[in-house]
């Protein structure tokens, strides 16, 4: 059985920072490409920035480069998503997910899912 499992969200005031964590189990974590997306109330969930089994890493949009970074660490089976300088339109619940490797950004082809950790930005 495929379990991820987010963990690190919580609530920051504009210009913070926060640390989510993600934890796999059940796969072998090295064979998967990893995502993060997020969806904001109201509106559909996007991929926000991938990192590939080898590490090629891909944020989705310019207003995210430079304040968002993705990790993994292929011994602890997590992945991670560092958010710096975080505004209020940041404000979602923050999904990862895995699909097979080389996926990259095709968003739609991920197809494992964590239950979602919840990140809210307060001006």
């Known amino acids: 059985q495929v379990l991820l499992v987010e963990s690190g969200g919580g609530s920051v005031q504009s210009g913070g920072s926060l640390r989510l964590s993600c934890k796999v189990r059940g796969v072998s974590f090295v064979d998967y490409d990893m995502a993060w997306f997020r969806q904001a109330p109201g509106k559909e969930r996007e991929g926000v920035i991938c990192i590939t089994w080898s590490g090629r890493t891909t944020v989705y949009a310019d207003s995210l480069k430079g304040r968002f970074t993705v990790s993994r660490d292929n011994a602890k089976n997590t992945l991670y998503l560092q958010m710096n300088s975080l505004k209020p339109e940041d404000t979602a619940m923050y999904y990862c997910?895995?699909?097979?490797?080389?996926?990259?950004?095709?968003?739609?082809?991920?197809?494992?899912w964590g239950q979602g950790t919840q990140v809210t930005v307060s001006s």
């Open positions: 997910a895995a699909a097979r490797r080389d996926t990259g950004s095709r968003w739609n082809e991920y197809n494992y």
